[in-house]
């Protein structure tokens, strides 16, 4: 049975949250062919005037409507909405994406999903109901959309990388203290939900899930290095062993300064490719090149066959030193639209959303306890009341 939107008529899209990410949906919204967005909703009225203003500023756009809140909207615009984007602090997700899907609406979750997998499970259990409904929910990962992404994907899915043994994940990046003082929720396990894993890092956990598959155990050691009146952490290392059999390395910090850029190393028996700042920097599959796919020596001994996969632009150094946001979310949004209007699967469903939510719960709960700790553990609820903090 098809669920709202299932017409040609563009999806009519509400933003919930007019912060930052917030902005920045209202942006790709506006972007994306088969949406438009016609509400806003945020507890500051300041806020969502400022976001409504702005939008109508653009070119071909209309003022959206403003509410106070997501059930304001609903109650006052329901008949109007098919899809709603939840951008608010990341400890609020789960009620939204409830409240939006027991409405018969389309949701769009900013990352993570919630803080916790108690919220997530919430989140699952109404998905499933609503997708008998043909709805749609999808959490927001963008980076699997970026042409590096999805070549390396589809490289270890055809096996041209042999079998993946290992991987190496590195998120560099510098955030003031005065990013941490911009809002009384960010860096508080309550609202934040942890730190440079859960907010910097969750996308590189998510595409470590998406190349080498379900990690089997996670033992982590997190710190608070370079900031003040924060709870979370903003240094984390950690090794992962995949059920596979694989093995990683990951570190993620937000003390970095002035900020370098997200690498990813993936190594297989017969290949390797590289990540950095969105672009695919180094591929070699021993499958497109003369005899075993390189010497002994390294990469100085094998070629670099990147351009040939994603070309010149996709393969050369993101000189801009940031990723491209407005891009990647608008593929995301746009695999939105085509799940509503074939009424199949997103590419980043809750189950996705789910798994890296509990692999950085893993981190959390191993750097707590002092201990390797099991991913099947943390998601069957086993450290659902595990107090985690920051040494």
């Known amino acids: 049975m098809g669920g709202p939107g299932t017409t040609d008529a563009p999806l009519r899209a509400a933003v919930v949250g007019c912060g930052v990410i917030g902005r920045q949906h209202a942006q790709v919204i506006a972007a994306t062919e088969g949406v438009e967005l016609v509400c806003l909703a945020d507890v500051d009225p300041v806020a969502a005037a400022a976001l409504a203003d702005a939008v109508a500023a653009e070119p071909g756009q209309t003022r959206p409507a403003v509410f106070a809140s997501l059930t304001e909207a609903l109650d006052q615009h329901a008949a109007k909405l098919d899809l709603v ?122 595409l470590l899930l998406w190349f080498l598959g379900r990690p089997a155990e996670i033992h982590a050691h997190t710190g608070l290095l370079a900031h003040e009146r924060v709870e979370v952490e903003d240094t984390a290392v950690a090794t992962v062993r995949f059920e596979s059999g694989a093995l990683a390395a990951v570190h993620f910090t937000t003390a970095a300064y002035p900020g370098l850029t997200a690498r990813l190393q993936i190594h297989g028996d017969r290949g390797s490719a590289v990540i950095d700042n969105d672009r695919l920097v180094y591929f070699h599959a021993a499958d497109s090149a003369e005899g ?100």
């Not at 997998?117 to 929910?137: D, F, H, N, Y």
């Not at 075993?292 to 150094?317: I, P, R, T």
């Not at 939105?336 to 981190?363: D, H, M, Q, Y």
């Open 85 to 206: 984007s939840v951008c608010t602090p990341s400890g609020t997700h789960a009620d939204l994406a409830v409240e939006a899907l027991d409405a018969g609406k389309h949701v769009v979750v900013e990352k993570p999903l919630d803080v916790d997998l108690p919220s997530a499970r919430r989140v699952a259990a109404a998905a499933k109901a609503a997708q008998a409904r043909g709805q749609v929910i999808s959490v927001i990962s963008q980076h699997r959309f970026d042409a590096a992404s999805a070549a390396v994907a589809r490289a270890i899915r055809a096996g041209r990388l042999g079998r993946i043994t290992s991987a190496v994940a590195s998120v560099a990046w510098w955030r003031s203290q005065a990013y941490y003082d911009s809002g009384a929720w960010r860096g508080t396990w309550e609202l934040d939900g942890g730190g440079a894993v859960m907010n910097q890092g969750v996308h590189t956990v998510d």
């Open 292 to 391: 075993d796919g390189g010497s002994s020596y390294g990469m100085a001994g094998a070629g670099n066959q990147a351009h040939l996969e994603v070309g010149e632009l996709e393969s050369s150094a993101n000189a801009r030193g940031a990723d491209d946001l407005q891009t990647a979310h608008q593929k995301q949004y746009a695999d939105v639209v085509r799940a509503i209007r074939t009424s199949t699967a997103p590419l980043v469903g809750i189950e996705e959303a789910t798994a890296a939510l509990g692999a950085v719960r893993a981190v959390y709960v191993s750097a707590a306890l002092g201990k390797a700790v099991s991913l099947a553990g943390v998601l069957d609820g086993r450290y659902d009341e595990t107090a985690v903090h920051t040494p």
